[in-house]
């Protein structure tokens, strides 16, 4: 296979990991989250939650290696590392910086602090970190879809 084949797949492949995994984080925001919020009890809130998150956590993680792996092989096969020296690829940055903070919560935060610290949060004050919960995952959103329109837009020559 010739290497333009490679690099179209790659973009395929970036896509689709992207689709699945800002998808993901849509439906827990607008969709999980404020379903939960709306439940009585915090031994029930945190059961389900964790039930359900468990279930997406590795979905989430895989589309995080492949977005990943697809965009920093695509930079290198247009030998395009010095984008991120120009302000102009500002979705480039945000692309990196949204896909390292998810890196850094899935497979390091997570495993060693978070899920333990969320457990202890929600026992003293489940409605108050479930709204916490709810503005951090707007934001991660907010930013999720920047970058998304900053990428399909830049992609295209627009800025
Ligand atoms: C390590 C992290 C990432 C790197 C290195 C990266 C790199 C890239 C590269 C090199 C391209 C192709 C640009 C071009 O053809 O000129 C691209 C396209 C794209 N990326 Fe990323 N990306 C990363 C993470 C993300 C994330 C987290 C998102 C979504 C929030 C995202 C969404 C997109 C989209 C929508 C496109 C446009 C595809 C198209 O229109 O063909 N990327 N990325």
């Not at 797949?9 to 925001?29: E, N, P």
């Not at 060693?112 to 479930?130: A, M, R």
């Amino acid at each position: 296979m010739e290497s333009f084949t490679y690099f179209v797949f790659a973009r395929v492949l970036h896509v689709i990991g992207v689709v699945l995994w800002i998808g993901g984080v849509a439906f827990v925001t607008t969709v999980l989250i404020p379903s939960l919020k709306n439940i009585n009890g915090s031994t029930n809130k945190l059961a389900l939650f964790e039930q359900l998150e468990e279930k997406f956590s590795f979905q989430a993680k895989l589309a995080t290696v492949v977005t990943g792996i697809s965009g920093f092989y695509m930079i290198d096969v247009m030998n395009a590392w010095d984008r991120y020296q120009h302000l102009q690829y500002w979705w480039i940055h945000l692309m990196t910086l949204i896909w390292f903070i998810f890196t850094l919560i899935l497979f390091v935060f997570e495993p060693l602090f978070l899920h333990q610290w969320f457990h202890e949060q929600v026992i003293k004050d489940s409605t108050k970190i479930f709204s916490w919960i709810h503005t951090m995952h707007k934001i991660l959103l907010a930013l999720s879809l920047l970058a998304v329109l900053g990428a399909i837009a830049g992609v295209h020559g627009l800025f």
